[in-house]
């Protein structure tokens, strides 16, 4: 099960720092892989390249806007559950 879920973050355009998080626990094995997604609701996930452990650094070239991301937390590499969705909002 998820324990923390991932926050939302306020950046500012050119000066990006910071990263998501989630935290979870099982009896297994967890891997976890981070999606970007078009909406709050998280329509058209892509996965994020590379971003496969419990947390992901935001990436430093979005521009001004609102981004949304989700961790699937994968439990002995077949069950897996999705975390909240994180708003990125860089100025």
Do not use: C, R
């Not at 997604?37 to 329509?43: H, L, P």
């Not at 070239?61 to 897996?80: P, S």
């Amino acid at each position: 099960s998820i324990t923390s879920q991932p926050a939302d973050k306020e950046v500012s355009e050119g000066a990006i720092s910071g990263s998501l998080s989630v935290s979870a626990k099982s009896s297994g094995t967890l891997t976890y892989q981070w999606y970007s997604a078009t909406d709050k609701n998280g329509a058209n996930p892509v996965k994020v390249a590379g971003a496969t452990s419990a947390s992901m650094t935001i990436p430093t070239d979005l521009t001004a806007g609102e981004y949304y991301y989700f961790v699937k937390v994968i439990v002995n590499g077949i069950a897996g559950i999705n975390s909240e969705i994180a708003t990125v909002t860089v100025d």
